[in-house]
């Protein structure tokens, strides 16, 4: 039975360590704005007038050179959480992987011990895997500060991160 809860302890790991989110595009777009709430989604179109994000939820938000502080690029994938949980099971998964194999159950203060040690272990690298792979997602940041000459010189920058799949279909409302 230890064995069994073993197995699908490591496939739940291996499993949560592969999966992503829908192909919504690859990269996620934060526009910080004066006037306008802070915006996350995919960046559906550049002009040197401003972009266009479509967020989440399916809204497609318009925000010109003026209205804009700054425009922050990542790509998407893994967080720093998932890492560090990911790190966390691996080491408990691995002492609990040991401590099975102590059948008779003569050594469980030092199991227990070494099955602590390794999930600590565990979660430590996960950490420092997850730092680095957070400052690796890091693409771009803009500092737009409203500013329409540094925004028109910097604007072709942001055009590679367009996400061109399935066109937003936009509905007035009279």
């Given at each position: ?7 699908i302890?490591?496939?739940c ?6 999966s992503q ?9 934060k526009?910080?704005s ?7 989604g995919?960046?559906?179109?550049v ?9 989440y939820?399916?809204n497609y938000f318009?925000?010109r050179?003026?209205?804009i ?8 994938g893994l967080t720093?959480g998932?890492f560090?949980?990911g790190?966390t099971l ?10 099975s ?6 050594n ?11 999930t600590?272990a565990g979660?430590l ?5 997850g730092s680095?792979?957070?400052v690796?997602n ?12 540094y925004?028109?010189e910097?604007?072709?920058k942001?055009e590679?991160y367009v996400n061109?799949s399935?066109?937003?279909?936009h509905?007035a409302?009279?």
């Amino acid at each position: 039975m230890k064995v069994i809860s073993l197995l699908i302890c490591f496939w739940c790991i291996c499993f949560s360590a592969n999966s992503q989110t829908s192909n919504t595009g690859d990269y996620e777009v934060k526009v910080f704005s004066y006037t306008y709430k802070t915006t996350k989604g995919h960046l559906k179109k550049v002009t040197p007038e401003g972009v266009g994000i479509e967020d989440y939820q399916g809204n497609y938000f318009i925000f010109r050179t003026k209205d804009i502080i700054k425009i922050k690029v990542k790509r998407r994938g893994l967080t720093f959480g998932q890492f560090v949980s990911g790190g966390t099971l691996a080491g408990l998964g691995i002492g609990a992987a040991i401590w099975s194999l102590d059948e008779q159950g003569e050594n469980t203060t030092e199991m227990a011990k070494l099955t602590a040690a390794l999930t600590v272990a565990g979660a430590l690298v996960g950490t420092a895997v997850g730092s680095v792979a957070a400052v690796a997602n890091k693409k771009m940041a803009l500092r737009v500060n409203g500013s329409q000459s540094y925004f028109l010189e910097n604007h072709k920058k942001l055009e590679k991160y367009v996400n061109h799949s399935q066109a937003t279909q936009h509905v007035a409302n009279y």
